[in-house]
């Protein structure tokens, strides 16, 4: 029963292009079924300094034009640096160049327009909720923002600690 078990869990979990020695295959991930929509919905953990290359990966290889990020208000010093700190200054994390186009403010989340440069191009589009704490009344209007971004032909990362 156990093995059985595992081996349905594996439908879950993307698999990564192996593109350079050293890398691997997998990533903390699982791809989230959805009843409306065939696009691709991973969830996963924030990047820690040994995953920020395979995070990138994930976002690359699978078409991702949205990750959503739930703000860690803990100083958690496993997690990593994942995204440029400023405009202009690419952030480079193995083959793939992430680089920030724009950011815009709104009252309850961040929205960052990235270009990502890997094997091709892709605009990705950031957005982190800032709050604290989850408010229904804040946190509703950022779950309608966020699946007005979602394009039919292009996958999601949901991402949080």
């Given at each position: ?21 050293g ?22 953990q ?65 929205e ?50």
């Amino acid at each position: 029963m156990k093995l059985e078990k595992r081996r349905q869990n594996k439908k879950y979990q993307p698999l990564l292009q192996v593109d350079s020695p050293g890398e691997e295959g997998y990533i903390n991930a699982v791809t989230l079924p959805s009843l409306y929509t065939q696009t691709k919905q991973f969830l996963t953990q924030l990047p820690m300094p040994t995953t920020v290359n395979d995070f990138w990966r994930l976002v690359t290889q699978y078409n991702v034009s949205l990750i959503v990020a739930f703000k860690s208000y803990e100083n958690d010093k496993s997690l990593a640096i994942y995204l440029p700190e400023e405009q202009g200054q690419p952030l480079q994390c193995g083959n793939i160049a992430v680089n920030v186009e724009s950011v815009t403010a709104a009252p309850t989340w961040t929205e960052m327009k990235l270009t990502v440069k890997g094997k091709q191009t892709q605009e990705v589009t950031h957005l982190t909720f800032t709050e604290r704490h989850i408010e229904p009344k804040k946190f509703l209007p950022f779950v309608q923002y966020a699946r007005s971004l979602r394009t039919p032909d292009k996958s999601v990362v949901y991402t949080c600690s």
